[in-house]
């Protein structure tokens, strides 16, 4: 029984992206699972627990509310760093459970340090730093102070980190301004380590980083998008394929999300299809009515453009994604009846719906199609 669409995980992908990725980064390079915005669409409480299977122990997430949830996932105690935001008083609340936190202004350093006097707890912070961004980190003079302070306190600061971001090193147009940001940090982390106080992990760079810029993965990478089984931008699959002789895709997509057909109609050439005057049938054509739409992620600017796979066939959507539904045509298929599955995402017999196929029409990132996917849908995890 399906509410009205399931996703699945497929264990298999997990155990070959964790795979790939351990091997190409050696044992020397630590990889932080990213799972904001509830692991990329795929679910924080299935998607954990199998990253764990697999041997990941240390996880990056945005929200204070998505590290409590991977904290609640977990079967023991394993490092969670907040990368954003949490409020002042869940710093209490991190402090205790021994979650880390990026650092990014002095006033949450010192927060940090007046909750961690008043537990008697250290507080594991990531220093993060401004090189060329813009968006958050301390800058230069902010390091100094964050420095002074750091030392008057040492009882209750752990470096846990030294980090920055790179402003997009998914496409070589920005290639000069991550070179930048690479010098910049390294001065930076100078500037630290010449005042003896040494970070546990030093790192910047995500999936396109790790891949692009070998040398900007030091001793952690905070990896998202490749360990679900797709690449950062084609420049960057295209980039690693060409220095292989086999031309295999070594990332496999974990999710895949199904529903079923509710009804099915018959609809005479000349009229006009669902809302509006979007759609107008030029034969008669033969629809199916599947039930899910923009409420559940399926986004609007797939109207007239989507496909689903029925029968193992390819059917197009048309008209316009409503809220709770899409209308596809179903015309050149055979025996196709009510309850029948509707593949939204991933394979059907031979083919196959890409999330990267589906943005592709849609002009939405792989990122954003997978974090639109509704909580609400319900996530099984099967092995393939
Ligand atoms: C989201 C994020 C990542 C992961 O990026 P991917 O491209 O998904 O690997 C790494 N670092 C920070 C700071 C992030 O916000």
Redesign the pocket.
């Known amino acids: 029984m399906i509410e009205n669409s399931l996703i699945t995980l497929n264990e298999n992908a997990v155990e070959n992206n964790i795979a790939f990725l351990k091997k190409k980064l050696g044992n020397k390079v630590k990889l932080s699972a990213?799972v904001?915005a509830n692991a990329y669409g795929h679910g924080i409480e299935q998607v954990v627990p199998l990253f764990e299977k697999y041997g990941i122990d240390h996880y990056s997430v945005?929200y204070y509310s998505e590290a409590i949830r991977v904290f609640d996932s977990l079967s023991k105690p394993t490092t969670i760093v907040v990368?954003g935001w949490l409020c002042d008083e869940s710093i209490r609340g991190a402090i205790t459970r021994g979650i880390e936190f990026f650092v990014f202004n002095i006033e949450r350093l010192n927060m940090a340090i007046q909750y961690a006097k008043e537990l008697d707890l250290k507080a594991k912070i990531h220093l993060e730093t401004e090189t060329g961004m813009n968006r958050s980190g301390l800058n230069v003079d902010e390091l100094n102070d964050a420095i002074t302070i750091i030392k008057e306190n040492t009882e209750y600061i752990e470096i846990a980190g030294f980090c920055t971001?790179l402003a997009g090193a998914e496409s070589v147009s920005n290639h000069v301004r991550i070179q930048s940001q690479l010098k910049k940090y390294k001065k930076m982390l100078t500037t630290l380590e010449s005042q003896d106080l040494i970070p546990k992990y030093k790192h910047v760079a995500?999936?396109?980083a790790a891949f692009v810029y070998p040398k900007a993965r030091m001793d952690l990478v905070?990896?998202?998008?490749?360990l679900y089984g797709f690449w950062?931008s084609s420049e960057v699959y295209v980039q690693y394929i060409n220095n292989k002789n086999n031309k295999f895709d070594p990332l496999k997509r974990i999710l895949g999300w199904h529903s079923q057909i509710m009804a099915i109609k018959k609809v005479r050439s000349g009229e006009f299809i669902g809302y509006g005057i979007s759609y107008l049938a030029q034969t008669n054509i033969i629809t199916a009515l599947v039930p899910i739409g923009y409420s559940f992620g399926y986004s609007r600017s797939l109207s007239n453009k989507g496909r689903v796979l029925i029968g193992g066939h390819r059917c197009s959507v048309i008209g316009v994604v409503n809220m709770n539904m899409v209308i596809v045509d179903i015309s050149h298929i055979n025996e196709v009846k009510v309850g029948d599955e509707v593949v939204l995402i991933g394979k059907q017999g031979d083919l196959e719906i890409k999330v990267s196929a589906f943005s592709e029409i849609s002009n939405e990132l792989n990122y954003e199609i997978l974090a639109h996917l509704s909580e609400s849908i319900v996530r099984t995890v099967i092995k393939q």
Request: a positive charge.
């Open positions: 990213v904001k945005f990368m971001h995500n999936s396109a905070r990896i998202g998008i490749m950062s």
